[in-house]
Nanobody, 126 residues
Framework: QVQLVESGGGSVQAGGSLRLSCVASGPSNGRNLLGWFRQAPGKEREGVAGVCSSGGRTYVADSVRDRFSISHDIALNTLYLDMYNLKPADTAMYYC???????????????????WGQGTQVTVSS
């Protein structure tokens, strides 16, 4: 069973930065894809960024590509989401997720994800 534990959320002012972390444990074949998703109150869940292959191929959603980046420290089993120039619209619960699937297309956030963390709240004030 894959377990995912996020941390790093908090309250920041617009223009600020945050780094989210997600420590993963459990079978490595349950973590072929890793992703960050977010959900704001009253809105659908949105894929933000993903690590789409064991070779480190990544995908970042168009809406945040100029401000967010994703990285994966394999040795530490930790996934990161670096967020810069945060905006009030980025306010949401951010979730780390893992999938047993492999995904050849560029946007692996379209895959079904099997395991989810408990989430970490990001609040950006104007």
């Amino acid at each position: 069973q894959v377990q995912l534990v996020e941390s790093g959320g908090g309250s920041v002012q617009a223009g600020g930065s945050l780094r989210l972390s997600c420590v993963a444990s459990g079978p490595s074949n349950g973590r072929n894809l890793l992703g960050w998703f977010r959900q704001a109150p009253g809105k659908e869940r949105e894929g933000v960024a993903g690590v789409c292959s064991s070779g480190g191929r990544t995908y970042v959603a168009d809406s945040v590509r100029d401000r967010f980046s994703i990285s994966h420290d394999i040795a530490l089993n930790t996934l990161y989401l670096d967020m810069y120039n945060l905006k009030p619209a980025d306010t949401a619960m951010y979730y780390c997720a893992a999938s047993v699937r492999r995904w050849a297309a560029p946007n692996c956030l379209e895959a079904d994800f099997d395991y989810w963390g408990q989430g970490t709240q990001v609040t950006v004030s104007s």
